[in-house]
């Protein structure tokens, strides 16, 4: 492994480099290629492995096509071999085998912070939420995270068993069976809540750190927790503290959504170069 170096501007400015694994999102509002404008957005060098290829519009999920696990970690070699890399960023692996081969490539870096966005759609017969994938995921991913960004409900699929008898489980709790996992941090999101403010709850070791809380956009969006976990990946990337990377992740994605467009005739889409970035 090449020891880390920093790319510079002609201006000396120094320029970290992010890699992303995550899904190709024809419409570019989640996956792969919003992690590449987030990060372009923000001033880091976005590179990218594709894990998988949805079906996808900004009204409908149609489907998702794994790639091969062989060819997700050669992607991620070649690159390795030839890039320095300063933060992963890992988003929707398609198969318990891409969680393998995400977890292996990682494990030789183990000094590089990772960011994982879980982004499991918890929906019916939803192939990112079944027992073989979120155990993969909890022996072999969350061991090497430096930060999840779940939202609750991502966060209970992650760590509860289903039991029609048992109950929820709160945010510090599905925080707390995380780091027992071996996640640094948990930003738990409430951007599936339907309050009038969106409440981010930071928990490190010693619980929690930080509570931001943020007005609620009208309309639907889609990306916004692609855009967020990227946003914290290339601020942490560029030598940012957890505590204020996170905040500064948080200001530029709700940026982002509040000069979002609606190309479509569904969800409304972030805007990763927005006139008053964070």
Request: proline share 7%.
């Amino acid at each position: 492994m090449k020891p880390i170096q920093a790319f510079t501007d002609p201006g000396g400015r120094i320029i970290p480099s992010i890699l992303s694994f995550s899904a190709a999102d024809p419409t570019c509002g989640s996956g792969l290629h919003a992690d590449i404008l987030t990060i372009a957005a923000l001033g880091g060098m976005p590179l990218g492995v594709t894990t998988s290829v949805v079906i996808q519009s900004t009204a409908l999920f149609e489907g998702l096509l794994s790639i091969d696990d062989d060819w997700i970690a050669d992607q991620a070699r070649a690159v390795l071999e030839d890039i320095p890399v300063h933060a992963f960023k890992v988003g929707t692996l398609g198969s318990v085998e891409s969680i393998v081969a995400v977890a292996e490539v990682l494990s030789d870096y183990p000094d590089i912070p990772v960011v994982y966005d879980p982004a499991l759609m918890l929906g019916s017969n939803d192939p990112l939420a079944d027992e073989d994938f979120l155990a993969t995921l909890g022996e072999l991913l969350l061991p090497q995270t430096a930060i999840i960004t779940p939202s609750l409900a991502e966060a209970r699929s992650l760590v509860q068993e289903e039991d029609e008898d048992d109950a929820p489980l709160s945010a510090a709790d599905c925080a707390r069976r995380l780091q027992e996992l071996g996640c640094g941090h948990v930003l738990i999101s409430g951007r599936h809540d339907q309050a009038a403010q969106i409440v981010n709850t930071l928990y490190g070791p010693g619980g929690i750190i930080r509570t931001d809380a943020w007005e609620r956009l009208p309309g639907v969006f889609h990306g916004a927790g692609s855009t967020q976990s990227a946003a914290l990946a290339t601020y942490l990337a560029q030598g940012i503290a957890m505590f204020d990377a996170v905040y500064l992740a948080q200001r530029y994605t709700w940026d982002a959504l509040a000069q979002g467009t609606r190309p479509g005739m569904g969800k409304s889409l972030p805007n990763r170069f927005p006139t008053k970035p964070a």
